[in-house]
């Protein structure tokens, strides 16, 4: 409703009948006029105010439906995006006027305004930005005679004037738009016919059209009288888009090929932004995102509402550069960065095969992956390339994600130290890698001996693998070697670990008699896996005997036993088969199975095995006592006397009363063994002290009888007495 034609409701409602019969006052022009009728706008309840646009991007638009005219390619009117932005005083090209009418003495009801603008055609559900539809059921406006003013007794006297030239203006009382019928909203028209925009909602005028089923509610622009866009736009002179507000998108123009553009103002390419004020890129048939275009016709980034610039991506969701003679690096807050591909690891952009890292005050600045970790820029030949430390002659070395530097390397692998080494924060110092992944220790120049570095706690700096395993220095060839200190390097579990040769065989360290020794673990066992590997071989002594490696199998008594390497006995320096020992000093043999008919020499090289006091034992297979006639010595069921406890087996193998035929190079200690009595129900351990087992006692003599006794006895005193007698006729003479 115009202003005009609310102030004649008011004065009608308010039955004011002025008196013809008196002289009308009129105030002059250049007096102040007074306002009168200033309720007319409350008449008129305030509608909600219409839903914000959220505008995200919406991938799923990646072809945007044509919801634009197809228009030039230069627009006399062309911005960005129309997102519900907080402007706080927004710009317009036909700034609507926020003034009261100018007052006049009487009301001249001459041509009142429509209560709505009628334009064209509304856009179709791909939206065009034409004119919304008229409201079909609006009525010409009527034209109403001046009211008769009767009687003399009474002067109203108002300061209303009417407006020359027919300088009448429309004006938002409220946030909301006037709507039509057809849910159609319409803009205030100024005096000169350009369409406004309401400055109180920051927002375009909506129409509902429906598409395959759906109402869409799409923004539309004001236009000026000359056809013109009226657009907002926001604080960075920035138009803002019309948006299908169902969908969150903003609407594009098209090009005569179909192809969809940017609104193009005083030859600059504007472009819309998201509710979130990210900026959003119109993209070709490819889905590639294209940036828009400055004066110069040079392309530019497009920037969010905090003025950082944006990377454009291309159809495989990868940021790219864009090019003016040279790659261009976004900025943000002043500092460019770099772009980056679909799972956010930057990257660097390449001129010439050579990738080129970002200046900033004098210095260099290193690409990142997703996790954090910084990359070296690659050069023409595929070498990664250290970039110099500010403001120093030394190398800044990138860092990994938890702020670890590491060295660069050459297109072989193999790392560079450039100038210093890198030092950890404990003062030792990081060895480069060759291309196998190995440490690279400094060599001797005489011997070529790669050396070992002393830190200042007068411990080894230890080399350290692609693993993050330590390692030895090698000879010049190829052998690992120990340091003369003494220290062993460890894996990460904590296990000391064994040097190599060349080849990759163990080298045993040598003790002060130059017999080889195992190393030792934490809990006094000896290391018998290099990794997950069993040794391969027994350490030897001076002499060429084989040593059995130890393993504790009981940490508070410390007991401990000797261990098989690779289900094969050691040998003796004369080459001769030893069983190993348990923990009390009794000797073992390997596992053996069922059926070993013909191999028995392959289990018991040296026969049974026997006890600490040269007792042979019988094994135990399958819960039975294994007796051959084929080992010596000759043992039967019978010779049993009980069951030998063993850690780990307790009592599985057998004790008889037969005596080896060699001796045990064990010590003697006691030992647990249960009597085997048959037909007894779990006998008590005896605890067998240095004394040997029970043997059964001999068989009795055969009787004689007390006669024949006491003659043997009676003969045996004669004898004596004749040698006393001897004995003194000797001596007397």
Known sequence: ????????????????????????????RNSAPRKVAKTAHLLNPPEDDPPKADVPILEALENQPPLLEKLGTNLDNTLPLLEEMDIENPVLEGEPVLKDPPAADHVKLEDP???????????????????????????????????????????????????????????????????????????AVNHVGDQIYNPLSRQYATYLIEEAGVNHKVQFVPRNANGSFNFIKDHDGMILYPFNLTVNFPI??????????????????????????????????????IPPFNEQNVPFYAKDASGKECYPKDAYGDEYYIWNRKPVFAVKEGRPFYAKDKYQNEFYPVINNREVAIGYFFSKI????????????????????????????????????????????????EEIVQGDYIYDEDGSFKYPLNREGMPKYEKDDTTHDEVYVIKMDLSINWGVDKNGNQRYAKKENGDEYYPINGEFIYD???????????????IFPLDVERNESYLMDDGGSDVIYMGDVLLDRYAKTRSGEEIYPIQITHQIARRYKEVLLNEKYATTHLQEVKYPLDEYGNEYTLDIPIQIAGKEKDYFPRGYPITNDNWVIVPEVEGKEFISDQLLPKVQATNIIGKLYREGKHYRDYVTNVKS???????????????????????????????????????????????????????VLIGFIYLLYQFFLKATK
Request: proline letters at 12%; a negative charge.
């Open 1 to 28: 409703m115009s202003m005009l034609s609310s102030f004649f409701n008011v004065n009608k409602a308010m039955d004011i009948q002025p008196n013809l019969s008196k002289r009308k006052l009129k105030t002059p």
């Open 113 to 187: 305004p429509a209560d709505h603008v009628k334009l064209e055609d509304p856009p179709a559900d791909h939206v065009k930005l034409e004119d919304p539809p008229a409201d079909p059921s609006e009525l010409d406006p009527v034209a109403l005679d001046p009211v008769a003013l009767a009687g003399d007794d009474a002067v109203m006297v108002d300061n209303y004037e009417e407006p020359e030239n027919d300088e009448k203006e429309e004006f938002y009382p409220n946030k909301t738009y006037a709507r039509k019928m057809l849910n159609v909203d319409k803009y």
């Open 252 to 289: 594009f123009p098209q090009n005569q090929k179909g192809e969809y553009m940017y609104f193009r103002i005083n030859n600059v390419d504007h472009y819309p932004r998201n509710a979130n004020g990210t900026p959003i890129y119109v993209k070709n048939k490819e889905g590639r995102e």
């Open 366 to 413: 290193y690409a990142k992956t997703a996790s954090g970790k910084e990359i070296y820029p690659h050069d023409a030949e595929g070498n990664e390339v250290i970039l110099p430390k500010l403001g120093t002659l030394s190398w800044n070395y990138a860092k990994d994600e938890d702020g670890n530097a590491y060295y660069p390397t050459d297109k072989t692998g």
């Open 492 to 506: 990460p579990s904590g296990s000391p670990q064994y040097a190599r040769t060349r080849e990759g065989n163990i």
């Open 661 to 715: 035929t060699r001796l045990s190079r064990a010590a003697r200690q006691k030992y647990n063994i249960f009597p085997y009595v048959l037909g007894a129900s779990n006998p008590p351990p005896l605890n067998n002290l240095l004394n040997p087992p029970p043997v059964p006692p001999n068989k009795p003599l055969p009787k004689v009888s007390q006669p024949l006794n006491w003659s043997l006895i009676g003969m």
